[in-house]
């Protein structure tokens, strides 16, 4: 892809900077050759830090930018619960509480038997209430003496132990001499504290975000810090605003939804399409499946997988996945989704190793083992792998090869749960094909949340109901929005998924959260001013 001024203009500051990106703008192209751009001026021991989201978006990006035998160095690539536990919390833990314990277990937040962890989070939940007082910090303190690390405090135990360990803020400042958080509109104020004081000892500091695109409110996640940077005059702001993904008739659509002054460009071709089908989400199914040929060999769609039908519940895609008449790919999510441990996060890597042909097992090794250094380690990952990809079809059986692997990986990260959730998923045979691409036969079928950062050629919005999105609640006896702008993000997300051109698929009865059927009304997104006109008839 050739660059564009503002691309250029990004990669060639060498300051502090704030990058708003567009769907389809280019945003990984241009991280990816910003980091070539600073890699070889770097020391051997020295890198960056290339925060992302999700691992999927951390390996695309650490693909794209070592493209071409660059040397990473010594960078990091990964999550940023990873990068605190590993790159803050592991090394430097034990200089602030004089523990020598080197085994913990990742706490998930479905544990409730202990007490002490009970009374802790009851604290922490509590309004204005305070991290970082005496009384808390002494929980954080037996909690890390005793081998345990509680999942929602890694940020809140990253920048404690940052703040009082100079060992800790003379290593990173040696280290690394650039910080990219990716996706940052969906931050918290853990991961915004630590960018912050990172930026304060030093380093280069790159945000990266679209406020449009903040979907995660229901975990505290929120576009304010993004937006807060842009104010801070030690941080120069550049827009990522061409969408290079979608019919610019798609690109009128979304932003006019987001801003009802936005002056759309003239085109005489509309390609956002709303459907009203008589019946319920059944009937949708039949309706995809009645006009899914026609629709792809009219916009000229050479695979059924660039067809995706994006729900924003499981509820909706359970029934249309039952009804539809072609090959699909369900991407359920599994139990070890929602889970961000360590192991966790090696056993869904290694599931998507082995489950997908066109993954290299030196690749994985090779992310988590110096190339140089660690051969031996890599060539016994390689053949574990070997032998857990010869038994996919039984990998129930083999699942003391993942632990293998995950403790080789992370030997002081032992985790229980993780194996738990590991276990279900080799039981389901669903939750197995989650974790394998969809072929050129499949339809892909998944929430709105799980399409962010995907693209596809044709795209069927559907739950486009009154009470669904955006949602509403009774209060008082009126009804009152939840989230709007989050589940308006939510709908620009999905739309602009699409490449060519996106149905907005709703059906005169839809089935409630309890199961019942009822007549259904249409979002009032729908309703948005000007937004009519900007659709086909």
């Not at 659509?253 to 936005?262: E, H, Q, R, V, W």
């Not at 991407?331 to 070890?336: G, I, S």
């Not at 992370?410 to 969809?438: M, R």
């Not at 998924?497 to 997104?525: H, Q, V, W």
């Amino acid at each position: 892809m050739k660059l564009n001024d503002n691309q250029k203009d990004i990669i060639s500051h060498d300051g502090s900077l704030v990058v708003l990106a567009n769907p389809g703008s280019g945003k990984t192209s241009t991280l990816a050759h910003k980091i070539k751009t600073v890699l070889p001026d770097l020391l051997d021991f020295q890198g960056v830090i290339a925060i992302s989201y999700t691992n999927k978006a951390s390996d695309e990006l650490k693909e794209r930018a070592l493209k071409g035998h660059i040397n990473k160095k010594g960078s990091f690539f990964g999550t940023i619960d990873k990068f605190y536990l590993m790159e803050i919390i592991y090394p430097f833990g034990g200089h602030v509480f004089n523990s020598n314990s080197k085994d913990f277990e990742i706490i998930d937040k479905e544990t409730s038997s202990n007490q002490t962890i009970n009374k802790y989070r009851n604290l922490l939940g509590k309004e204005n209430s305070n991290p970082f007082d005496n009384e808390m910090v002494r929980y954080l303190q037996s909690f890390f003496e005793d081998g345990k690390i509680l999942i929602e405090t890694v940020g809140i135990l990253a920048i404690y132990i940052f703040d009082n360990c100079i060992a800790c803020q003379k290593y990173l400042h040696a280290r690394f001499t650039h910080l990219i958080i990716d996706e940052y509109q969906d931050c918290g104020w853990e991961q915004h504290s630590i960018f912050l004081r990172l930026h304060k000892l030093g380093m280069i500091c790159i945000a990266v975000g679209d406020e449009n695109q903040s979907i995660y409110g229901f975990s505290n996640k929120s576009s304010k810090h993004l937006v807060n940077l842009m104010d801070n005059t030690k941080f120069k702001t550049f827009y990522l605003d061409r969408n290079y993904r979608c019919h610019k008739s798609i690109i009128n659509y979304s932003l006019k939804m987001l801003d009802p002054s936005f002056q759309v460009e003239q085109n005489s071709e509309k390609r956002v399409r709303a459907i009203k089908v008589k019946g319920t989400e059944e009937n949708i199914a039949k309706y995809i499946s009645r006009n899914i040929d026609n629709l792809i060999k009219d916009y000229g769609v050479k695979q059924y997988n660039q067809v995706g039908i994006l729900v924003r519940t499981g509820k909706t895609a359970d029934i249309v996945a039952e009804h539809l008449e072609h090959s699909f790919k369900y991407f359920k999510n599994t139990p070890l989704d929602n889970d961000s441990s360590l192991w966790a996060g090696v056993f869904k890597k290694t599931l998507l190793c082995i489950l997908n042909p066109e993954s290299t097992f030196y690749e994985f090794a090779a992310e988590y083992f110096d190339v140089d250094d660690d051969y031996k380690q890599i060539q016994k990952i390689i053949k574990l792998l070997c032998k857990l990809r010869e038994e996919s079809d039984k990998l129930l059986d083999s699942f003391w090869l993942f632990v293998e692997i995950a403790s080789m990986i992370y030997p002081n990260a032992a985790n229980e749960k993780a194996i738990t959730k590991l276990e279900a998923v080799l039981i389901s045979k669903d939750y197995l094909e989650s974790y394998q691409p969809a072929e050129e036969h499949e339809i892909q079928i998944m929430t709105l949340h799980k399409s962010k950062g995907l693209e596809f050629e044709i795209v069927f919005h559907l739950d486009l109901y009154e009470f669904v999105i955006p949602q509403k609640r009774k209060v008082d006896g009126h009804w009152i929005y939840q989230d709007y702008r989050q589940c308006l993000n939510l709908h620009y997300v999905g739309v602009t998924r699409a490449k060519k051109c996106c149905y907005l698929l709703t059906s005169s009865r839809r089935t409630n959260s309890k199961g019942f059927i009822m007549d259904a009304k249409p979002s009032e997104f729908f309703f948005l001013p000007g937004i009519g006109d900007l659709r086909a008839k």
